[in-house]
């Protein structure tokens, strides 16, 4: 579907340094379209990370959406990014609600049996995804939004938490990860 919402567009190219901006300024959809080619893949991957690849797909989708029937709402204090993953993370957690998958509970603990068969590069970063997903949500979602170039303070905004819990969620995921994955 979200193939189907870019062809709509016209097919414009633009370098605009905040096309969230431009869009919301003008509504010329050559902006949205550049916004969903910058930040599509790594909205999409922070999701897989969040949830199953089929409800990451629908989130996207989602999101994107609301962009378009909200963009009169979008504030430049935030990086376009940060905002976009913000309005994905609500909606995720709307679903998972809705599907009563949301447990965002500090004080579980993941257990995991890790092998160590495949070599170094290609495996190791598929058993640290791994390890990620079996992390508690809130953990999971910081570390996420970390590896995906956010600072403290942007993920404060996007989690709608202070820094210091961010802080906190970041050291008890690695933590778990280093418990998980061996020194």
Same mark, same amino acid.
């Given at each position: 579907? +979200?193939?189907?919402? &870019?062809?709509?567009?016209?097919?414009?190219?633009?370098?605009?340094?905040?096309?969230?901006?431009?869009?919301?300024?003008? $509504?010329?959809?050559?902006?949205?379209?550049?916004?969903?080619?910058?930040?599509?893949?790594?909205?999409?991957?922070?999701?897989?990370?969040?949830?199953?690849?089929?409800?990451?797909?629908?989130?996207?989708?989602?999101?994107? +959406?609301?962009?378009?029937?909200?963009?009169?709402?979008?504030?430049?204090?935030?990086?376009?990014?940060?905002?976009?993953? &913000?309005?994905?993370?609500?909606? +995720?957690?709307?679903?998972?609600?809705?599907? %009563?998958?949301?447990?965002?509970?500090? $004080?579980?603990?993941?257990?995991?049996?890790?092998?160590?068969?495949?070599?170094?590069?290609?495996? %190791? %970063?598929?058993?640290?995804?791994?390890?990620?997903?079996?992390?508690?949500?809130?953990?999971?979602?910081?570390? %996420?939004?970390?590896?995906? $170039?956010?600072?403290?303070?942007?993920?404060?905004?996007?989690?709608?938490?202070?820094?210091?819990?961010?802080?906190?969620?970041?050291?008890?995921?690695?933590?778990?990860?280093?418990?998980? +994955? $061996?020194?």
């Amino acid at each position: 579907m +979200l193939l189907a919402i &870019k062809s709509w567009f016209v097919q414009h190219k633009t370098d605009a340094e905040d096309p969230l901006y431009e869009f919301k300024k003008c $509504g010329e959809n050559r902006y949205l379209e550049q916004a969903i080619d910058n930040f599509n893949p790594d909205l999409y991957h922070f999701l897989c990370t969040q949830s199953t690849p089929e409800v990451a797909e629908d989130i996207c989708q989602k999101t994107w +959406l609301t962009i378009v029937e909200k963009r009169h709402f979008y504030q430049t204090n935030n990086t376009p990014k940060a905002y976009i993953f &913000k309005i994905a993370r609500n909606a +995720l957690i709307d679903e998972l609600r809705k599907q %009563s998958k949301l447990v965002l509970d500090e $004080g579980v603990t993941a257990q995991s049996q890790v092998t160590a068969e495949d070599s170094f590069s290609e495996a %190791s %970063s598929e058993r640290l995804y791994q390890a990620i997903k079996k992390l508690p949500h809130s953990q999971k979602e910081a570390q %996420s939004l970390q590896l995906e $170039g956010f600072s403290l303070k942007q993920i404060a905004q996007i989690t709608q938490t202070n820094a210091e819990t961010v802080k906190t969620r970041l050291r008890y995921a690695k933590q778990q990860l280093k418990s998980i +994955l $061996g020194e």
